[in-house]
């Protein structure tokens, strides 16, 4: 029976052959741990909005012909993409956190186009063997996991050149019904709570590093894995009873690093074996999808920007014109993240194996801004809220019949306000600004799918200097001689941002390539 709710989701994790390691014990149930579950629950939203919200989390998929959720969708359409950053920003009002389910999406979706491109050039299996996969994980509604990031050692060395071999997942064995690897994977989002985990390779790869241009899906409990679960600021407070200090006590993000050890991966799972030259392309588009995944950002930015008008409600201060101003520039910038991020999706173009690639240079534009803008939307809560967001004495000293009384009365805010809506709120913003929820709205955002000069490298080489150097030359009235190829370059450019063939921007084209020619 396929998973339709949050709750069967829950129960389907339950009883595992998992070995995680958390606070250096082996944890004999993750679903039950109070560090983990609100990660748990988070990801148990996908399934309940694909259940209450179908339109938005939900899609009919082409390869089954039934409904799926659209984080196991391959995106058929630019509409399908565009519905994805409105589900990621759903998802992120909802729950205030990572929902951890980006990374399998963007993987099935790179991994669909990249493979039938290896197929073409080879004749291998590999897509055939995806689109199986990917049928199977859709009937029985599965969470998927993509383990990119190695752990890298010496930065400055290739795989191959690495001392110890193992700081790069790899081969290490063959045989006739598959491969065997070792490895390491750091910062792996929601892996503990996924069912299958797709491992790819993290960089460039050259002729020497055949043994590492590996892709493959196994089990999350596969023999030889094991995981140990990623510290996050405050993370022990979920331990400690009640609800208030966790700030967000129902939902979490989780990261963990996942160990390879001679881990089995059978022929009919493997969607590249070698094929080192495409390393690059799956990096490439992965991170192309992933950067405009990244709008999922503002919907913890509305829920950040609610939680700073709502305390400046309980201070008495709503009405102050620097706290109106500031909570426009909050907004400002919320809505520049997400105007990049589905301008991406919208400028989307059609790969070879028929699913759809969103727009490079938006998508790193996108997340270049998701690496600063949090920090200034964090920034402007904290002012709003006030020191007491970090000196607030915590809740047993609330209920205590000795200290209570006098925090009831001198912690107050505006008149009809219970202290304790005060308290929620400011526990919340340093939840989500410095507790746990930092990791997946700060931290993450600083350095997930590339750290911020990865997006500028990819900016860089799609800025087209020349052709713009041209277009500045032409109103200046410098004639080098190259009217002839700036109609071209030109029409190859409204190409690229409207899509060749659409007879509405066809005409757009002709008539700009008129007025170059004059």
Known sequence: MPIRTGAEYIQSLRGRKLKVYLLGELVKEPVDHPII???????AETYDLANEEPELGSAKSSLTGIQVNRFLHIAESADDLVNQNRMQRKLGQLTGTCFQRCVGMDALNSLYSTTFEIDAKY?????????EFIKMVQRENLVIGGAMTDVKGDRSLSPSQQDDPDMFVHVTKRDSKGVYITGAKAHQTGCINSHWIIVMPTMRLK???????????????????????????????????????AGNAMYSGQEAMIFFENVFIPNEMIFMNGE????????????????????????????????????????????????????VEMTHLNETIFGTGIASSYRAHRTLSGNYQNDDMLANVCKHNVTRFPYEIGRL??????????????????????????????????????????????????????????VGYLTESMHGAGSPQAQRIQIARQMQLEYKKKLAKRLANINEGEASELVQEQSDYFDKIFGAGKSNNKDRKDDKSKQFKK
Request: positive net charge; hydrophobic residues 35%; proline residues 4%.
């Open 37 to 43: 579950r609100p990660s748990i629950n988070a990801v």
């Open 123 to 131: 004749g291998t299996i590999y897509h055939r063997r995806l689109v």
């Open 276 to 327: 080192y030259e495409y390393a690059s392309m799956l990096v490439e588009r992965f991170t192309c999808y992933h950067r405009r995944s990244y709008v999922c950002k503002t919907g913890l930015g509305d829920v950040l920007i609610g939680a700073a008008a709502a305390i400046a409600d309980y201070n008495g201060v709503a009405n102050a014109s620097h706290i109106r101003e500031k909570l």
């Open 207 to 245: 002729e020497e590093d055949k043994d590492y241009a590996i892709v493959g899906a196994v089990p999350a409990d596969a023999p030889g894995i094991q995981y140990i679960y990623g510290r996050q600021s405050c993370d022990t407070r979920s331990m400690e009873g009640g609800d208030i200090d």
């Open 381 to 438: 809560a904290q002012d709003i809220a006030g020191g007491l967001m970090v000196t607030m004495p915590s809740e047993k000293d609330f209920k205590s019949p000795q200290t209570g009384p006098l925090l009831e009365k001198y912690l107050k805010g505006r008149k009809g306000v219970p202290t304790e809506s005060r308290v929620r709120i400011l526990r919340l913003i340093e939840n989500m600004t410095l507790g746990r929820n930092a």
